[in-house]
């Protein structure tokens, strides 16, 4: 098993530094040391998938632990952890990359850094690996910031394009507002517990070590925004349209498949230990992305930004179906909608390169050129808007509206939990359908790029098919994730110090059902089987959920599902006919959008949120930032040059008095000795007798010496 | 009575007259002349002393070699007066200065 | 005062007067003329204290030799406008002090001194002693005047010679 982690973490790793520094000089710009590496990924992945799956015991866990940091009294220890989850995020993860890979080799065929792209992806892959293997909280953190620098260096791919720079720079600071709050969240749950290792952490909350149930909400919800930022929650939420300025491969793995569901990978691992009251602001933040981004979608023309938007949304229900309590919903609706959004953006990608362009208007009656391409975009199409049974999306958008009805119904003061992703619902088949017919029905726009268009080669019609596939397969493999994907339950944990929790015995009390002890066990933590309840025996303990007034038993949620069912069915339908009915027509588009002009200029401008955020926030900043230059050259250059310009008079004074006084002293001196050398000069002046005066003088004043 | 004190008064000025007459005179044949005088008075303090302090005739025997050299000097003495004269066509000693500094 | 006395009197002052002329005169021929009489006077000192070969020998030498030696030498050497001269007073006033100085020297040495005075002998003639004496006790400063003598006489006439390229031998 350590093998298989270890081949599946590092050998992506290695492509990445072997691209890196050798990537010119290999043949092909080295495309296929990248994907040989995420193929050995995969298969790594499988074997360990199969290896989790075929022993049937949801509660399988592996785990190494190694020591990282060891300081007096302070150990931080680093491992790997497999567990169910694991082993599907791994296939999710590996599986999307590879066939990515592949994508890309026809994709980016001819484009410049090509080997640097790959090392790129092997970079990303690697990093994204590494969040979902590790064991503890600082290991998701690294690996998430090595997946926001992955994100950076690839949406940045095109950086000679002035728009790809700036989004690739928008992506990582916005990111890193979301990273400030996880990382207050991890040093708030090191405060209080002292580890961060998952299952101690599991342990020790379960054992109530946290002071108070405020101070875990809050812990909960600072962790939470790190998911936001990740996963494009509403207000984090504006770099992930323009990270669409990246290669679509890259959107297609990136920004649809993995690293944006990394978010909701925490929130599934937090899981056990989020308090109601951070799960009610998980599932509004949810909904209410849902449905906003939804209605942008509406009136997008760039297709892949519909996609992005479409992301958001998606997204934003895996985060209602989570916050909801719906454990199954939440995850599940991640691997569907990997599948399905990957192969909707390399349907994109499929057109781009085909047509050259990402505008939807330039674009139609593509259906008969591209008849692969076509038909693996409507399966997709078909599984985001939830057709029954036959996609894999029917099984979780379906359970996570059928829980949320559920939660709605039983505490109706929340029912906009519902209501919004339930509209939002059909808002999303209605753009899909709106973006598919524009597309691929109707008149070609543009005769000459419809000429020129055409399927492309196999590496990017196979991995279109094999994502179908999988869409098309969800049937089978619903019910096996459903049993074995189980969130880690008190029982696993310390099973005997969970009764002794001092929240207070009234949060006992409220909405739950006391007749359904074996359920509630489990309701508490998440979802049950739907066939049987897997872990009766452990009703014995009556292990109730601390926090009872939020939390709605799985018997309740369960209640809405059937309206739901009706309610969805519906939603396709109308939205369909909506669509269609608006787009077959040419003029149609302008004509609504004259009617409703208003709400269509603040949809189309994505509510001016990025307009407000460069107004509120990264105007001052920058204000701040001159203010910092100005004083910076002002005072501190100032001072520095007044000292320099000091130092000069200083040293030109010292200069002058050297010049003057030193020299004057000497040159002073000189010319004494020259005054007297001239006077006594004098003396000689040639004349014997004068000489002989001075001679008798002396003789005289000797002989007076001598007398007296 | 002439006593030894009056000779050597007698000789004081005379030779003081000799030292004037060096030290101020231009021309300088009559700076030979103040020597003249100054080893004259030389002299008589010289026989003046033998008379009355020394015994024998030392005093006038030194005399008499004085009175020879100073023959012998003031023609030495002349010889380059002459030698001079026909250089600058003077011989006045306050312009003969080749020494000067 | 004794008519010595007075004798002795008048010939220092005939001797010191000349010998002022000498000094202060203008006029350098006339000076020499009166050093003439200055050398007289000279000589009757010498008299007066008994040292009559000196007296004889100055006559001689002093009154005839350096007489007409200074003589030549001025004649030779006399300058176009008459053989004028003036005297600096300027210069004076040191050559005053100076002289004045050595006098007051002199004087006061002579009057203070305790001289060892021994009774004046009587006069004997001198020649006798200064002839034996110059051969015997004084023999070797009188060869050695001589060979001065002799060179004084090659070196007078060598350094007054007139160099041949000047002017012709």
């Known amino acids: ?708 | 009575m002439i006593g030894l004190v009056h000779y050597l008064v007698f000789a004081g000025i005379l030779f003081c007259l000799g030292l004037f007459a060096v030290l101020t005179r231009r021309n300088a044949v009559t700076v030979l002349m103040g020597i003249e005088l100054m080893l004259n008075a030389g002299n008589v303090n010289l026989v003046a002393f033998n008379r009355f302090v020394g015994s024998g005739v030392n005093g006038q025997i030194f005399a008499l070699f004085i009175i020879v050299l100073a023959a012998a000097e003031a023609a030495v003495a002349l010889a380059i007066l002459l030698n001079i004269y026909r250089t600058y066509k003077h011989i006045t000693v306050d312009e003969i200065h080749l020494l000067r500094g | 005062m004794s008519f010595e006395a007075s004798i002795w009197y008048l010939v220092a002052l005939l001797t010191l007067g000349t010998g002022a002329y000498v000094v202060f005169t203008r006029n350098i021929v006339r000076a020499a003329f009166a050093l003439v009489f200055t050398f007289l006077g000279v000589a009757a000192m010498y008299v007066f204290l008994r040292a009559d070969f000196l007296a004889a020998a100055q006559l001689l030498i002093y009154g005839g030799g350096i007489t007409v030696l200074l003589l030549f030498g001025v004649m030779l050497t006399h300058r176009h406008e008459g053989m004028e001269l003036k005297l600096d007073p300027l210069k004076a006033l040191p050559a005053v002090a100076i002289a004045g100085g050595f006098f007051v020297a002199i004087w006061s040495a002579a009057r203070r001194a305790d001289w060892d005075l021994v009774a004046p002998v009587e006069p004997v003639g001198t020649s006798e002693a200064i002839g034996s004496a110059i051969m015997t006790t004084h023999l070797l400063p009188f060869e050695e005047i001589s060979v001065l003598l002799l060179v004084v006489l090659i070196g007078a006439l060598f350094v007054a010679r007139r160099s041949g390229e000047e002017e012709g031998s």
Request: proline content about 3%; aromatic content about 12%.
């Open chain 1, 1 to 708: 098993m350590l093998t298989a982690a270890l081949i599946c973490l590092l050998v992506p790793l290695a492509a990445f530094v072997v691209q890196l520094f050798l990537g010119t000089r290999l043949p092909r710009g080295g495309d296929f040391v990248s994907v040989g590496a995420i193929g050995a990924s995969l298969l790594a992945a499988c074997w360990i998938f199969w290896q989790v799956m075929a022993g049937g015991e949801p509660g399988y866990q592996w785990s190494m632990v190694f020591r990282w940091v060891e300081v007096e009294g302070f150990t931080i220890p680093m491992g790997l952890a497999i567990d169910t989850l694991t082993a599907w995020m791994l296939l999710v993860v590996v599986g999307v990359s590879f066939l990515v890979h592949v994508f890309s080799i026809g994709y980016m065929h001819g484009e410049d850094r090509y080997h640097l792209y790959f090392g790129y992806l092997s970079l990303f892959s690697f990093s994204m690996l590494w969040l979902v293997l590790s064991d503890n909280l600082l290991g998701i953190f690294v690996g998430w910031e090595l997946v926001g620098v992955s994100s950076y260096l690839l949406i940045g791919f095109f950086f000679p394009k002035r728009s790809a720079a700036l989004a690739c720079k928008k992506a990582f600071l916005t990111n890193r507002v979301g990273d400030l709050g996880m990382w207050l969240g991890i040093m708030l749950v090191w405060k209080e517990l002292g580890v961060l290792r998952l299952e101690q952490v599991y342990h020790h909350v379960g054992a109530g070590a946290f002071s108070s149930e405020a101070t875990l909400t809050i812990a909960g919800v600072l962790l939470f925004v790190g998911a936001v930022g990740k996963s494009a929650q509403l207000p984090l939420h504006v770099w992930l349209p323009d990270a669409m300025e990246g290669p679509t491969p890259v959107s297609a793995l990136i920004h649809a498949a993995t690293m944006v569901a990394a978010g909701v990978y925490l929130v599934g691992r937090l899981f056990p230990i989020l308090t109601p009251d951070a799960l009610l602001v998980i599932a509004y933040v949810g909904a209410l992305t849902a449905f906003f981004a939804a209605t942008i979608a509406i009136v997008q023309d760039d297709i892949k930004r519909v996609l992005a938007y479409s992301t958001v949304s998606q997204l934003g229900y895996m985060m209602v179906g989570l916050g909801v309590g719906s454990y199954f919903g939440g995850l599940f609706h991640l691997t569907t909608h990997a599948a399905f959004k990957a192969c909707l953006f390399l349907g994109s990608g499929s057109v781009i390169h085909a047509v050259h362009t990402q505008n939807i208007w330039e674009m139609g009656g593509l259906r008969k050129k591209m008849p692969i391409t076509f038909a693996t975009w409507v399966i997709s199409t078909a599984a985001i808007s939830g057709f029954p049974v036959l996609t894999n999306g029917f099984f979780s958008k379906e359970r996570i509206l059928g829980d949320a009805m559920g939660f709605g119904l039983h505490l109706p003061q929340h029912f906009l939990i519902f209501a919004l992703p339930m509209v939002a619902a059909v808002i999303t088949v209605f753009y899909m359908t709106r973006v598919t017919i524009v597309t691929f029905f109707g008149e070609p726009r543009d005769r000459e790029k419809y000429e020129h268009a055409h399927e492309g080669g196999f590496e990017i019609t196979a991995p279109l098919m094999v994502l179908s596939a999988i869409t098309l397969l969800g049937f089978a493999y619903a019910g096996p994730f459903e049993r074995m994907v189980t969130p880690p339950s008190s029982t696993d944990y310390a099973a005997e110090q969970f009764a002794a929790f001092h929240y207070g015995e009234s949060l006992r009390t409220g909405a739950l059902d006391e007749s359904h002890g074996a359920h509630a066990a489990e309701a508490g933590r998440g979802e049950a089987a739907h066939e049987e309840p897997a872990h009766a025996e452990t009703g014995a303990e009556h292990h109730e959920a601390p926090w009872g007034p939020h939390r709605v038993d799985a018997h309740s949620l369960h209640t809405g599902h059937r309206a739901v069912l009706y309610l969805s069915l519906l939603a396709l339908i109308l939205g369909v006919a909506l669509a269609t009915l608006i787009y077959h027509r040419k003029r149609s588009q302008e004509a609504l959008a004259r009617r409703f002009s208003g709400t269509w200029r603040v949809l189309y401008n994505k509510y001016f949120v990025d307009e407000a955020y460069q107004a509120g926030v990264v105007n001052p900043l920058l204000w701040l930032n001159r203010l910092s230059a100005a004083f910076d050259r002002v005072v501190i250059d100032g001072a520095v040059n007044g000292s320099a310009t000091l130092t000069r008079a200083l040293s030109s004074g010292s200069g002058w008095s050297d010049l003057r006084i030193i020299d004057g002293i000497v040159n002073g001196i000189a010319s004494v000795t020259q005054v007297f050398g001239a006077a006594f000069r004098r003396v000689e002046t040639g004349r014997i007798q004068h000489y002989f005066a001075f001679f008798l003088a002396g003789t005289l004043v000797l002989m007076l010496i001598r007398v007296y």
